[in-house]
């Protein structure tokens, strides 16, 4: 038996079919990281396109973040819905929902309907996301699933290499070209049809570890349970990192600007060398975090955190702060994979969607706040002091984690 209520493994172990499916996971989850990061290099373009509206320079920002707050609400009801219904249908409604919402900046006239178009992304990548984090839940377990988790990492990690450095090629013909790329969610959504099994909608209860040792209410086992104190830190992790990391595509075109870098190709490229050295370090996710556990994991990544926003507060030039986001990196390739291996361990199966729902809301609340947050802080001071203020949180958080790794793996005393 597996923790947390999961079912034996669904996808095989090789074969075309085992890598069809995990390909399309792969894919699919790629389209969360698509949503936000692909339109960031245009971000100072599309800020001088709307010259004149009222907090011109908020409303360009809320254009990448504004799905993160439809995603927040709708994730929830999202994974009400696949646990009661079922995963695949909306998996793929949600595909189709994406690729025409996320088009629709091709042709949306005025600031109204962006944001309308924006906002419908939102729905269709909590449906997507919450879906695709569940499915791992379904198909896979144990090493196994860690092992898919850091590859799904690394796999959104360097696709969003792909689709920054494009977004910022397309950004320099026209602040709109980036939105083309959401369109090739259309092609994905029939392959999903086709390919993804349909997994059973109730497993039997199983062993929860974190109900061990506590006594089941009336008429309920300890592993039917939700471990809501546990979930809680794991949301509130999942908020704090997404909030930090968030300054990247929102912000970093500004700092970029601020010393003499203001194209959208080398935005794009400085984006992609964080979200390169992500992908590089989640492929050694799985072996990691069984060396040393998950909090000095945490510990890490925040500590690479605190180091690349602080270099990049004081970078002078492009090569600096290209430097600085490589160094940051491992910050997500880590911490997220991370965050859903405790959650899917802990989670009893009849929970899952709904408690991968929860998350996904925790993450994209984090990146809609986040400029909400930042921007006040930049306006007075410049985009470079928002970098100094994540890297010494980063440290405090980095210290937490560590203090916690070693009291729970502290030695133990005889006598």
């Excluded at 450095?165 to 029939?190: E, I, K, T």
């Excluded at 799985?286 to 000095?296: N, P, Y």
């Excluded at 500590?303 to 507060?313: E, K, Q, S, W």
Aim: net charge positive; hydrophobic share 55%; proline share 6%.
């Amino acid at each position: 038996m597996t923790a947390a209520g999961s079912a034996a493994p669904l996808v095989p172990a090789g074969g075309w079919r085992g890598r069809a499916i995990r390909g399309c996971l792969l894919v699919a989850a790629s389209l969360t990281v698509m949503a936000t990061a692909v339109i960031s290099p245009a971000l100072p373009d599309l800020e001088a396109a709307l010259a004149g509206t009222p907090q011109a320079g908020l409303l360009a920002r809320l254009v990448v973040t504004l799905p993160a707050l439809f995603i927040a609400l709708i994730a929830p009801l999202a994974g009400w819905v696949i646990d009661r219904f079922g995963r695949i249908r909306l998996l793929v409604a949600g595909a189709v929902l994406y690729g025409l919402a996320g088009g629709s900046g091709l042709v949306a006239e005025g600031l109204g309907a962006i944001l309308a178009g924006r906002a419908l992304l939102g729905v269709a990548v909590a449906m997507v996301m919450t879906t695709v984090q569940t499915l791992v839940g379904d198909y896979f377990a144990g090493p196994a699933r860690e092992r898919f988790l850091g590859l799904q990492a690394a796999f959104m990690a360097f696709g969003g290499v792909v689709f920054v450095v494009a977004g910022g090629l397309l950004a320099d013909v026209h602040w709109r070209g980036p939105f083309a790329v959401y369109l090739a969610a259309l092609l994905l959504a029939p392959l999903m049809a086709f390919v993804l099994p349909e997994p059973p909608r109730h497993h039997a209860p199983l062993r929860s570890d974190s109900a061990a040792g506590r006594p089941a209410p009336k008429g309920e086992s300890a592993a039917e349970r939700l471990p809501v104190l546990a979930v809680a830190l794991l949301y509130g992790t999942a908020f704090f990192t997404m909030l930090t990391f968030f300054l990247v595509p929102t912000q970093l075109p500004f700092l970029l600007a601020a010393v003499g870098a203001d194209s959208g190709t080398l935005t794009g490229l400085a984006i992609g060398c964080f979200n390169l050295s992500a992908g590089v370090a989640a492929l050694g996710f799985g072996a990691l975090r069984r060396r040393i556990g998950g909090a000095a994991v945490y510990g890490l990544g925040f500590t690479a955190l605190a180091a690349g926003f602080g270099l990049a507060a004081v970078a002078e030039g492009w090569g600096l702060v290209a430097l600085a986001m490589a160094v940051a990196g491992p910050s997500m390739g880590i911490n997220m994979p991370n965050t859903s291996v405790w959650l899917l361990a802990r989670v009893p199966a009849r929970f899952r969607g709904r408690a991968l729902g929860g998350l996904t809301t925790a993450l994209f609340l984090g990146q809609f706040l986040s400029p909400v947050a930042s921007q006040p802080l930049v306006e007075a001071f410049g985009p470079a002091a928002a970098f100094a203020l994540v890297a010494a949180s980063g440290g405090v958080a980095a210290t937490l984690c560590y203090t916690i790794a070693v009291w729970r793996f502290r030695p133990t005393r005889s006598g």
